[in-house]
Protein backbone atom coordinates (compact mmCIF):
# COMPACT_ATOMS: atom_id res chain seq x y z
CA UNK A 1 0.00 0.00 0.00
CA UNK A 2 2.91 2.59 1.06
CA UNK A 3 4.82 1.63 -2.09
CA UNK A 4 1.63 2.34 -4.15
CA UNK A 5 1.23 5.68 -2.44
CA UNK A 6 4.78 7.01 -3.46
CA UNK A 7 4.02 5.58 -6.94
CA UNK A 8 1.36 7.61 -7.26
CA UNK A 9 2.93 10.65 -5.54
CA UNK A 10 5.55 10.26 -8.36
CA UNK A 11 3.44 10.64 -11.07
CA UNK A 12 1.36 13.02 -9.79
CA UNK A 13 4.76 15.31 -9.29
CA UNK A 14 5.50 14.62 -12.77
CA UNK A 15 2.54 15.74 -14.49
CA UNK A 16 2.27 18.57 -12.23
CA UNK A 17 5.95 19.49 -13.71
CA UNK A 18 5.05 19.31 -17.27
CA UNK A 19 2.62 21.61 -16.47
CA UNK A 20 5.03 24.22 -15.36
CA UNK A 21 5.39 26.77 -18.10
CA UNK A 22 8.71 27.72 -19.16
CA UNK A 23 10.50 30.63 -19.46
CA UNK A 24 10.36 31.54 -22.83
CA UNK A 25 13.24 32.91 -24.71
CA UNK A 26 12.64 35.66 -27.95
CA UNK A 27 13.26 33.63 -31.34
CA UNK A 28 13.44 36.14 -34.53
CA UNK A 29 11.90 35.25 -37.50
CA UNK A 30 13.49 36.94 -41.03
CA UNK A 31 11.43 38.14 -43.85
CA UNK A 32 12.19 39.97 -47.21
CA UNK A 33 11.32 43.69 -47.27
CA UNK A 34 11.46 46.23 -49.64
CA UNK A 35 14.82 48.86 -47.79
CA UNK A 36 14.89 50.53 -51.12
CA UNK A 37 16.02 54.32 -49.61
CA UNK A 38 13.66 56.89 -50.10
CA UNK A 39 15.24 59.74 -48.68
CA UNK A 40 18.56 59.15 -50.33
CA UNK A 41 15.93 59.04 -54.05
CA UNK A 42 14.53 62.36 -52.76
CA UNK A 43 17.92 63.81 -52.55
CA UNK A 44 19.24 62.37 -55.91
CA UNK A 45 15.67 63.57 -57.91
CA UNK A 46 15.86 66.96 -56.31
CA UNK A 47 19.89 67.47 -57.01
CA UNK A 48 19.82 65.89 -60.90
CA UNK A 49 16.69 67.97 -61.76
CA UNK A 50 16.37 64.83 -63.39
CA UNK A 51 13.78 61.89 -63.97
CA UNK A 52 15.77 58.65 -63.84
CA UNK A 53 15.08 55.54 -64.59
CA UNK A 54 13.72 53.40 -61.78
CA UNK A 55 15.88 50.91 -60.18
CA UNK A 56 15.12 47.21 -59.96
CA UNK A 57 13.80 46.89 -56.49
CA UNK A 58 15.60 44.67 -54.60
CA UNK A 59 14.60 42.83 -51.84
CA UNK A 60 17.29 42.52 -48.65
CA UNK A 61 16.48 40.23 -45.80
CA UNK A 62 15.78 41.61 -42.79
CA UNK A 63 14.80 41.30 -39.19
CA UNK A 64 11.01 40.60 -38.82
CA UNK A 65 9.63 43.24 -35.74
CA UNK A 66 6.20 41.75 -35.24
CA UNK A 67 5.57 41.68 -32.03
CA UNK A 68 9.12 43.16 -30.90
CA UNK A 69 9.29 45.49 -27.71
CA UNK A 70 10.77 48.77 -29.75
CA UNK A 71 10.72 52.35 -28.33
CA UNK A 72 7.87 53.84 -30.51
CA UNK A 73 8.98 57.93 -29.37
CA UNK A 74 11.92 59.98 -28.90
CA UNK A 75 10.12 61.23 -26.35
CA UNK A 76 10.37 58.22 -24.19
CA UNK A 77 14.01 59.04 -23.93
CA UNK A 78 15.62 60.98 -21.69
CA UNK A 79 18.54 63.17 -23.33
CA UNK A 80 20.98 65.83 -23.40
CA UNK A 81 20.72 68.65 -24.63
CA UNK A 82 21.46 68.50 -28.55
CA UNK A 83 20.94 70.36 -31.75
CA UNK A 84 18.33 69.56 -34.23
CA UNK A 85 18.99 66.86 -36.40
CA UNK A 86 20.24 67.76 -39.80
CA UNK A 87 20.84 65.57 -42.99
CA UNK A 88 24.42 65.52 -44.09
CA UNK A 89 22.90 65.51 -48.25
CA UNK A 90 25.33 63.55 -50.45
CA UNK A 91 28.75 64.20 -48.99
CA UNK A 92 30.16 61.30 -47.28
CA UNK A 93 30.82 63.51 -44.25
CA UNK A 94 29.11 61.91 -41.11
CA UNK A 95 32.30 62.28 -39.48
CA UNK A 96 31.73 65.71 -39.22
CA UNK A 97 27.79 66.17 -38.25
CA UNK A 98 28.13 63.58 -35.67
CA UNK A 99 31.42 65.10 -34.04
CA UNK A 100 30.56 68.76 -34.57
CA UNK A 101 27.29 67.48 -32.49
CA UNK A 102 28.74 66.05 -29.93
CA UNK A 103 30.74 69.48 -29.28
CA UNK A 104 27.64 71.48 -29.52
CA UNK A 105 26.13 69.80 -26.93
CA UNK A 106 29.59 69.47 -24.83
CA UNK A 107 29.33 74.04 -25.30
CA UNK A 108 25.99 73.74 -24.01
CA UNK A 109 26.97 71.31 -21.14
CA UNK A 110 29.91 73.18 -20.22
CA UNK A 111 28.54 77.08 -20.59
CA UNK A 112 24.60 76.76 -21.37
CA UNK A 113 25.20 78.15 -24.73
CA UNK A 114 23.72 76.82 -27.67
CA UNK A 115 25.68 77.23 -30.72
CA UNK A 116 25.46 76.13 -34.13
CA UNK A 117 28.95 75.66 -35.58
CA UNK A 118 29.74 74.86 -39.20
CA UNK A 119 30.23 70.71 -40.30
CA UNK A 120 31.18 72.06 -43.66
CA UNK A 121 33.97 74.11 -43.04
CA UNK A 122 35.64 71.55 -41.33
CA UNK A 123 35.21 69.13 -44.22
CA UNK A 124 36.58 71.39 -46.50
CA UNK A 125 40.03 71.95 -44.42
CA UNK A 126 39.76 67.94 -44.22
CA UNK A 127 40.29 67.75 -47.65
CA UNK A 128 43.41 70.07 -47.83
CA UNK A 129 45.22 68.04 -45.24
CA UNK A 130 43.95 64.78 -47.15
CA UNK A 131 45.62 66.58 -50.23
CA UNK A 132 48.56 67.65 -48.56
CA UNK A 133 49.01 64.25 -47.16
CA UNK A 134 48.44 62.26 -50.50
CA UNK A 135 51.67 65.04 -51.95
CA UNK A 136 53.84 64.20 -49.15
CA UNK A 137 52.89 60.53 -49.39
CA UNK A 138 53.60 60.47 -53.29
CA UNK A 139 50.02 59.06 -53.67
CA UNK A 140 50.85 56.59 -50.76
CA UNK A 141 47.80 58.07 -48.90
CA UNK A 142 43.66 57.42 -48.71
CA UNK A 143 41.93 60.35 -50.56
CA UNK A 144 38.58 59.77 -49.82
CA UNK A 145 35.00 60.82 -48.53
CA UNK A 146 35.49 59.52 -45.22
CA UNK A 147 37.52 59.95 -42.12
CA UNK A 148 36.89 59.51 -38.26
CA UNK A 149 35.38 62.10 -35.54
CA UNK A 150 38.43 62.85 -34.28
CA UNK A 151 39.39 64.45 -36.97
CA UNK A 152 37.74 67.29 -36.04
CA UNK A 153 39.41 67.81 -33.12
CA UNK A 154 42.98 68.36 -35.64
CA UNK A 155 40.93 70.45 -37.93
CA UNK A 156 39.66 73.07 -35.20
CA UNK A 157 42.93 73.14 -33.76
CA UNK A 158 44.98 74.13 -36.88
CA UNK A 159 42.25 76.01 -38.40
CA UNK A 160 39.14 77.11 -35.70
CA UNK A 161 35.94 76.75 -36.77
CA UNK A 162 32.63 79.13 -37.65
CA UNK A 163 29.33 78.94 -36.50
CA UNK A 164 26.98 77.80 -39.12
CA UNK A 165 25.60 81.20 -40.51
CA UNK A 166 29.01 81.82 -42.21
CA UNK A 167 29.55 78.62 -44.27
CA UNK A 168 27.12 76.81 -45.09
CA UNK A 169 28.56 75.62 -48.26
CA UNK A 170 25.30 75.51 -50.38
CA UNK A 171 23.61 77.48 -52.59
CA UNK A 172 20.27 79.65 -51.75
CA UNK A 173 18.28 76.92 -54.03
CA UNK A 174 19.71 74.05 -52.64
CA UNK A 175 17.72 71.47 -50.26
CA UNK A 176 20.79 69.14 -49.73
CA UNK A 177 24.44 68.93 -49.49
CA UNK A 178 25.56 67.39 -52.69
CA UNK A 179 29.71 67.14 -53.00
CA UNK A 180 29.60 63.92 -55.55
CA UNK A 181 30.65 66.11 -58.70
CA UNK A 182 33.42 67.97 -56.65
CA UNK A 183 34.83 64.85 -55.02
CA UNK A 184 35.22 63.40 -58.41
CA UNK A 185 36.60 66.11 -59.48
CA UNK A 186 39.01 66.06 -56.81
CA UNK A 187 39.91 62.70 -57.23
CA UNK A 188 40.76 62.49 -61.11
CA UNK A 189 42.81 65.52 -60.35
CA UNK A 190 44.75 63.63 -57.75
CA UNK A 191 45.24 60.58 -60.05
CA UNK A 192 46.49 63.14 -63.17
CA UNK A 193 48.97 64.77 -60.32
CA UNK A 194 50.26 60.90 -59.52
CA UNK A 195 50.48 59.71 -63.21
CA UNK A 196 52.52 62.75 -63.94
CA UNK A 197 54.68 62.39 -60.55
CA UNK A 198 53.56 66.60 -60.56
CA UNK A 199 54.46 66.45 -56.61
CA UNK A 200 54.47 70.49 -55.98
CA UNK A 201 52.66 70.54 -52.93
CA UNK A 202 51.68 74.52 -53.21
CA UNK A 203 50.23 73.97 -56.63
CA UNK A 204 48.55 70.85 -56.09
CA UNK A 205 46.38 72.52 -52.92
CA UNK A 206 45.65 75.78 -54.58
CA UNK A 207 43.87 73.59 -57.19
CA UNK A 208 42.09 71.71 -54.62
CA UNK A 209 40.99 74.69 -52.75
CA UNK A 210 40.01 76.49 -56.25
CA UNK A 211 37.91 73.03 -57.17
CA UNK A 212 36.21 73.46 -53.67
CA UNK A 213 36.05 77.09 -53.91
CA UNK A 214 33.53 76.53 -56.96
CA UNK A 215 31.08 73.95 -55.79
CA UNK A 216 30.70 75.18 -51.42
CA UNK A 217 32.32 78.48 -51.77
CA UNK A 218 35.88 79.74 -50.01
CA UNK A 219 35.13 79.74 -46.66
CA UNK A 220 35.71 83.11 -44.94
CA UNK A 221 38.97 84.17 -43.24
CA UNK A 222 37.67 86.72 -40.86
CA UNK A 223 34.04 86.25 -39.09
CA UNK A 224 32.31 89.30 -37.11
CA UNK A 225 30.97 88.30 -33.79
CA UNK A 226 29.17 91.13 -31.01
CA UNK A 227 30.73 93.74 -33.51
CA UNK A 228 34.27 92.23 -33.51
CA UNK A 229 36.33 91.08 -35.87
CA UNK A 230 38.14 87.79 -36.00
CA UNK A 231 39.69 84.79 -37.39
CA UNK A 232 38.11 80.94 -37.46
CA UNK A 233 41.00 80.06 -34.81
CA UNK A 234 40.54 82.95 -32.59
CA UNK A 235 36.45 82.61 -32.71
CA UNK A 236 37.49 78.64 -31.53
CA UNK A 237 40.29 79.56 -29.03
CA UNK A 238 38.57 82.80 -27.53
CA UNK A 239 35.36 82.44 -27.69
CA UNK A 240 34.68 78.75 -27.60
CA UNK A 241 37.18 78.14 -25.33
CA UNK A 242 36.46 73.96 -25.79
CA UNK A 243 39.68 71.95 -24.35
CA UNK A 244 40.16 69.42 -26.99
CA UNK A 245 42.59 67.53 -25.14
CA UNK A 246 39.53 66.33 -22.98
CA UNK A 247 37.76 63.98 -25.27
CA UNK A 248 39.25 60.63 -25.88
CA UNK A 249 38.83 58.12 -28.54
CA UNK A 250 37.86 54.99 -27.02
CA UNK A 251 37.78 51.38 -28.56
CA UNK A 252 37.28 47.73 -28.06
CA UNK A 253 38.90 45.23 -30.40
CA UNK A 254 41.17 42.11 -28.77
CA UNK A 255 43.37 42.30 -31.67
CA UNK A 256 45.38 44.85 -30.00
CA UNK A 257 46.89 45.78 -26.36
CA UNK A 258 43.98 46.57 -23.78
CA UNK A 259 44.18 49.49 -21.95
CA UNK A 260 47.24 51.53 -24.35
CA UNK A 261 46.79 54.12 -27.00
CA UNK A 262 46.68 51.69 -30.37
CA UNK A 263 45.99 52.55 -34.21
CA UNK A 264 42.51 52.08 -35.18
CA UNK A 265 42.95 50.25 -38.71
CA UNK A 266 40.36 51.18 -40.84
CA UNK A 267 40.39 53.06 -44.50
CA UNK A 268 38.80 55.87 -43.27
CA UNK A 269 41.77 56.23 -40.38
CA UNK A 270 43.61 57.86 -43.33
CA UNK A 271 46.22 59.45 -41.20
CA UNK A 272 46.81 56.61 -39.10
CA UNK A 273 45.82 58.11 -35.93
CA UNK A 274 46.92 56.33 -32.89
CA UNK A 275 45.48 58.10 -30.49
CA UNK A 276 42.06 55.46 -29.94
CA UNK A 277 42.36 53.66 -26.02
CA UNK A 278 41.83 50.10 -26.52
CA UNK A 279 39.44 48.85 -23.80
CA UNK A 280 37.84 45.29 -22.85
CA UNK A 281 34.06 45.16 -23.75
CA UNK A 282 32.48 45.71 -20.62
CA UNK A 283 34.68 48.50 -20.17
CA UNK A 284 33.66 50.09 -23.36
CA UNK A 285 29.70 49.64 -22.52
CA UNK A 286 30.19 50.81 -19.04
CA UNK A 287 31.54 54.12 -20.40
CA UNK A 288 28.84 54.72 -22.68
CA UNK A 289 26.33 53.54 -19.70
CA UNK A 290 27.54 56.02 -17.53
CA UNK A 291 28.34 59.02 -20.11
CA UNK A 292 24.44 58.82 -21.21
CA UNK A 293 23.57 58.88 -17.10
CA UNK A 294 25.39 61.52 -15.95
CA UNK A 295 24.34 64.32 -18.44
CA UNK A 296 27.33 63.43 -21.03
CA UNK A 297 26.41 62.83 -25.33
CA UNK A 298 28.91 60.28 -27.14
CA UNK A 299 29.79 60.06 -30.62
CA UNK A 300 30.31 56.73 -31.62
CA UNK A 301 31.14 54.93 -34.85
CA UNK A 302 29.94 51.26 -36.30
CA UNK A 303 28.61 49.26 -38.82
CA UNK A 304 24.76 49.80 -40.40
CA UNK A 305 24.11 47.12 -42.65
CA UNK A 306 22.78 44.11 -40.32
CA UNK A 307 19.30 42.79 -40.55
CA UNK A 308 18.13 44.29 -37.58
CA UNK A 309 19.03 47.47 -38.54
CA UNK A 310 16.25 49.04 -40.24
CA UNK A 311 15.25 53.12 -40.97
CA UNK A 312 11.41 52.26 -41.50
CA UNK A 313 11.07 51.90 -37.97
CA UNK A 314 14.15 53.74 -36.58
CA UNK A 315 15.55 50.70 -35.15
CA UNK A 316 19.00 48.90 -34.97
CA UNK A 317 18.88 45.64 -33.10
CA UNK A 318 20.68 42.25 -32.95
CA UNK A 319 18.78 39.52 -34.57
CA UNK A 320 18.43 36.18 -32.42
CA UNK A 321 19.20 34.50 -35.72
CA UNK A 322 22.08 36.40 -36.22
CA UNK A 323 23.45 35.89 -32.77
CA UNK A 324 21.76 35.31 -29.41
CA UNK A 325 22.66 38.52 -26.97
CA UNK A 326 24.25 36.11 -24.48
CA UNK A 327 26.69 35.37 -27.19
CA UNK A 328 27.59 39.00 -28.08
CA UNK A 329 31.57 39.18 -26.92
CA UNK A 330 34.91 40.37 -27.56
CA UNK A 331 35.42 37.30 -29.45
CA UNK A 332 32.00 37.70 -31.18
CA UNK A 333 32.68 41.16 -32.05
CA UNK A 334 36.39 40.71 -33.15
CA UNK A 335 35.71 37.75 -35.52
CA UNK A 336 33.38 40.21 -37.37
CA UNK A 337 35.75 42.71 -37.52
CA UNK A 338 38.08 40.41 -38.66
CA UNK A 339 36.14 39.02 -41.35
CA UNK A 340 34.73 42.73 -42.40
CA UNK A 341 31.18 41.59 -41.57
CA UNK A 342 31.26 44.56 -39.83
CA UNK A 343 32.55 47.49 -41.09
CA UNK A 344 33.30 51.37 -40.33
CA UNK A 345 30.44 52.37 -41.90
CA UNK A 346 28.69 55.62 -40.05
CA UNK A 347 29.07 58.34 -37.64
CA UNK A 348 26.50 59.14 -35.21
CA UNK A 349 25.60 61.12 -32.38
CA UNK A 350 24.05 59.40 -28.97
CA UNK A 351 22.65 61.68 -27.37
CA UNK A 352 20.15 59.72 -24.60
CA UNK A 353 18.80 56.59 -23.05
CA UNK A 354 15.79 54.46 -22.21
CA UNK A 355 15.98 51.12 -20.01
CA UNK A 356 13.34 48.75 -21.10
CA UNK A 357 13.32 45.18 -20.50
CA UNK A 358 16.37 45.36 -18.20
CA UNK A 359 18.38 46.74 -21.58
CA UNK A 360 19.14 49.52 -22.54
CA UNK A 361 18.06 51.70 -25.86
CA UNK A 362 20.07 54.63 -26.91
CA UNK A 363 18.82 57.66 -29.05
CA UNK A 364 20.88 58.37 -31.82
CA UNK A 365 20.74 61.90 -33.77
CA UNK A 366 21.77 60.81 -37.15
CA UNK A 367 22.60 62.60 -40.37
CA UNK A 368 22.44 59.46 -42.91
CA UNK A 369 19.66 59.25 -44.90
CA UNK A 370 18.61 56.24 -43.51
CA UNK A 371 17.11 58.25 -40.38
CA UNK A 372 15.08 59.89 -42.76
CA UNK A 373 12.84 57.01 -43.91
CA UNK A 374 11.08 56.71 -40.17
CA UNK A 375 8.54 58.43 -38.58
CA UNK A 376 11.24 60.33 -36.34
CA UNK A 377 12.79 62.27 -38.92
CA UNK A 378 16.90 62.13 -38.09
CA UNK A 379 16.56 59.53 -35.26
CA UNK A 380 17.19 55.98 -34.40
CA UNK A 381 16.53 53.89 -31.62
CA UNK A 382 19.52 51.68 -31.13
CA UNK A 383 19.79 48.39 -28.63
CA UNK A 384 22.46 47.96 -26.03
CA UNK A 385 22.93 44.77 -27.73
CA UNK A 386 23.49 46.39 -31.27
CA UNK A 387 25.93 49.00 -29.93
CA UNK A 388 28.17 46.38 -27.95
CA UNK A 389 28.36 44.55 -31.39
CA UNK A 390 28.67 46.46 -33.97
CA UNK A 391 30.00 49.88 -33.13
CA UNK A 392 33.15 49.84 -33.11
CA UNK A 393 34.67 53.24 -31.47
CA UNK A 394 33.29 56.56 -29.64
CA UNK A 395 34.55 60.01 -28.65
CA UNK A 396 33.59 61.17 -25.39
CA UNK A 397 34.45 63.59 -22.45
CA UNK A 398 37.69 62.14 -20.99
CA UNK A 399 35.97 62.26 -17.11
CA UNK A 400 33.95 59.35 -17.85
CA UNK A 401 36.96 57.47 -19.02
CA UNK A 402 39.23 58.32 -16.20
CA UNK A 403 36.31 56.82 -13.36
CA UNK A 404 35.72 53.73 -15.45
CA UNK A 405 39.21 52.26 -16.08
CA UNK A 406 40.68 53.51 -13.17
CA UNK A 407 43.75 55.14 -14.75
CA UNK A 408 45.51 57.93 -15.82
CA UNK A 409 44.29 59.32 -19.31
CA UNK A 410 46.80 61.88 -21.34
Not at 68 to 89: A, D, L, M, R, T
Not at 177 to 185: F, G, I, N, P
Not at 269 to 296: C, P, Q, T
Request: net charge negative; glycine share 4%.
Amino acid sequence: MKKTILVALFLIVCIMGNQVPAQTERHDAAVFLDDKDEFLESMKKSADELSKKEEEKIKKLKMDFTGVNIPVSVNEFHKSWYSEPISQGMTGTCWSFSSTSLFESEIYRLTQRQIKLSEMYSVYWEYVEKARRFVRERGDSVFSKGSQPNATKRIWEKYGVVPQEFYKSMNPEQKFHDLRKMYSEMENYLESVKERNAWNEEAVLATIKSIMNNYMGKPPATIRIDGKEMTPKEYFENILQLNLYDYIDVMSLKEKPYYEKVEYEVRDNWWHSKEYYNVRLDDFMKIIKKAVREGYTVCIVGDTSEPGYYGKLDVAMVATFDIPADYIDEHARQFRFSNDSTTDDHAIHLVGYLEKDGKDWYLIKDSGSSAQNGKHKGYFFYHEDYVKLKMMNFLVHKDVVKEIVGRSIQ
